[in-house]
């Protein structure tokens, strides 16, 4: 039986997973949490989702609930609560009361679901990721953040729309920080195999550019619709059904790290691993051009003041 709870199932992406997810085959039921105030509504979501997936003759199990004792024997525990980044809204922003709502569910899981795996969507989530892990107790495997995988498939859309080749063809991955600091990792770009590098000298394509573009893809699409939501959705889908079905594939999510990375320590950022049924099999080890490197080294220096600062604010409380 693999039962998924999504904390936070009245908001855009908590919504939106869990219909993503209610498709899955092997997801037996998905509780869609929510504080009190928002049950309703979320009772409300779980009807309209009923008839949508009726059309489609798939008979998901969708359990709304505002008690947390419901998460209990959950297999993974998504947390999509927060306050949303607003229009010129920098994450880092939201790092104090998202600290608090995160720090509170993750003792909620410890003592609910303590054999399940944390995945963290709240922003800023490299910061959030370290604050799930040390509030929950859990072992690094089983606390993982989304973000540079999201990164990573914006920056594959970039690419294959402007040469315009088919994204499938498009290996690429952006670590570091979600967020200003992100790192993409252009030299080991692959276009059907081919080093980005050649792309780039045939058809005059101007990097920084690309760069500049992919690191305001998240706030260009909330100055315009107010949120983010697709896209999300959807990496938060690839990831659940890389833990589910098991199936190892490298995807890059935030994790703490304890010097696997070019001797980063004592911070969470985006970095290549095996996603496994156990959550992080392993990291992968990065191969970084200097200036890659010099800036990975600067997402873990300015990630790592943000979560020193919330730790101690929040030992304070
Ligand atoms: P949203 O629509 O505003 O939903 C957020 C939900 O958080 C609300 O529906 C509410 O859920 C809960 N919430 C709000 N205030 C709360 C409080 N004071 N205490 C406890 N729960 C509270 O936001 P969204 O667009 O779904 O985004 C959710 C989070 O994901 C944000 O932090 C956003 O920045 C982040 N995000 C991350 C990524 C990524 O790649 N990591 C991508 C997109 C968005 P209930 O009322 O149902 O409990």
């Known amino acids: 039986m693999v039962k998924i709870t999504i904390i936070g199932a009245s908001g855009t992406i908590g919504k939106n997973v869990a219909f993503t997810l209610a498709k899955e085959d092997v997801i037996d039921e998905i509780v869609m ?12 979501e779980v009807l309209d989702m009923y008839d949508a997936l009726a059309a489609e003759d798939i008979d998901s199990v969708l359990t709304p609930s505002c008690n947390v004792e419901d998460i209990a024997g959950s297999k993974i525990v998504l947390i999509t609560s927060g306050v949303p980044r607003k229009d010129g809204y920098s994450r880092l922003d939201l790092a104090v009361p ?54 990573s498939l914006r920056l594959k859309t970039i690419l294959s729309r402007h040469f315009k080749i088919n994204s499938g063809e498009i290996h690429t991955r952006v670590i570091g920080e979600h967020g200003d600091h992100m790192v ?17 000298q045939s058809e005059d394509l101007n990097l920084e550019k690309l760069v500049n573009k992919l690191k305001n893809a998240g706030g260009d699409i909330i100055s315009k619709k107010g949120a983010t939501e697709y896209g999300p959705s959807y990496a938060i889908g690839n990831l659940i059904s890389t833990i589910v079905n098991d199936t190892r594939k490298i995807l890059t999510v935030s994790t703490y790290l304890e010097g696997e990375v070019e001797g980063v320590y004592d911070v969470s950022l985006g970095v290549p691993v095996v996603l496994c049924k156990n959550g992080i099999q392993r990291i992968i080890p990065v191969h970084m051009k200097d200036d890659e490197k010099a800036e990975f080294f600067d997402a873990a220096r300015t990630v790592k003041k943000c979560t020193y600062k919330i730790r101690d604010l929040l030992e304070e409380d």
């Open 33 to 44: 949490y929510s504080r009190e105030k928002s049950h309703p509504k979320v009772t409300g």
């Open 98 to 151: 998202n600290a608090k709502i995160i720090k509170e569910y993750a003792q909620d899981i410890a003592k609910y679901a303590p054999d399940s795996i944390i995945l963290i969507v709240t922003n800023p989530v490299d910061v959030m990721t370290s604050i799930a892990l040390e509030y929950s107790g859990f072992e690094k495997n089983r606390v993982i953040g989304l973000g540079n995988h999201l990164d």
């Open 184 to 200: 993409p990792l252009l030299s080991s770009t692959t276009i059907g195999g081919i080093p980005l590098k050649y792309f780039a």
